[in-house]
């Protein structure tokens, strides 16, 4: 898909980290950008700063993605402001380290919600119009845990699911004749505020769960994983030049999806889940649980 100046992208999320990028990459681009989130003071600044720094025409709207209302609500006034959307980011995304076997459902309920039906609301709300306008391109943020689980249960299914709902869209896309481009983005560490993510917990759902034992010690190495990863900037540069080609996958690190792959070769080959990978940026299984145990 060629982007002109003036065409108009949503971002999710836009408030900080993937989703700040991505908007930003939009606007260098000459795009008008939608910021939303649920970070009203982050959405303020962040519109600011794409307005100065490139000219552009920006809106920012308060949402909650988990809520159909909400996105329907976005989609509205994304179109009341600039007509045409030309490319939606459903990028919004949060982690849960609770314990997801035996806390309560509260974890699953945000997570899923934000990650899974941020989504399908994303999706169904600006497709239609996408479809009537004669095309369009949508990019969905899943992550490397959809392809390799491992990092928290409500999180590796969230992201597992929007793997497979983007595939099935984009081959519905390329079937019905839509002129709709569709990617994935499946990034690894990347410096974001993600392991912060717990700020925006909602009210609605009670008390927020406190982590599983050990968790903090994983959360350290996470952090800084988190902190030496890929820029924002650069994974958008991905998604911008995916975007160009209309390519499916997006992969910003490459060692992760080789630990993605050697899975599907044990699957292939019928062997039982190993209990743990060797992580690029996180020290060895026995470090971890040394540490772990020393904590408890």
């Known amino acids: 898909m060629e982007l002109t100046k003036g065409n108009v992208a949503v971002v999710t999320g836009a408030a900080s980290g993937i989703g700040l990028g991505l908007a930003d990459r939009f606007a260098a681009a000459g795009c008008n950008v939608v910021l939303a989130d649920v970070d009203a003071g982050g959405l303020s600044t962040a519109a600011a700063q794409l307005a100065s720094g490139h000219g552009i025409e920006t809106l920012e709207v308060v949402c909650d993605v988990s809520k159909e209302s909400s996105v329907q609500a976005l989609a509205s006034r994304a179109r009341d402001r600039f007509g045409a959307v030309q490319v939606v980011c459903n990028n919004a995304g949060v982690q849960s380290s609770a ?22 609301h994303g999706v169904r709300a ?37 793997v497979a709902i983007t595939e099935d869209l984009y081959r519905t896309s390329q079937q ?11 990034p690894g560490w990347v410096r974001t505020g993600i392991m912060d993510s717990g700020r925006n917990w909602p009210s609605e759902l009670g008390e927020q769960p406190e982590g599983v034992p050990g968790s903090e010690v994983v959360a350290k190495y996470v952090r800084r ?26 992969f910003p690190h490459p060692d992760f999806v080789e630990l993605a792959v050697s899975r599907w070769q044990d699957i292939a080959e019928g062997l039982n889940p190993v209990l743990f990978r060797e992580v690029p940026g996180l020290p060895p299984l026995e470090e971890l649980v040394k540490e772990m145990l020393e904590g408890l």
């Open 225 to 250: 994983a988190v902190a030496e990863g890929t820029t924002p900037a650069a994974v958008a540069d991905l998604v911008f030049d995916a975007l160009k080609a209309d390519r499916f996958w997006v």
């Open 176 to 186: 019905s004749g839509w002129n709709v481009g569709v990617s994935v983005l499946c």
């Open 99 to 120: 314990d997801h076997w035996t806390g309560p459902l509260s974890a699953w309920n945000w997570v899923m919600g934000v990650n899974f039906w941020g989504v399908v």
């Open 126 to 162: 600006f497709l239609p119009a996408m479809i009537e306008q004669g095309g369009g391109y949508i990019v969905n943020t899943a992550s490397i845990a959809g392809l390799l689980p491992g990092f928290s249960a409500s999180y590796d299914a969230s992201k597992h699911a929007v």
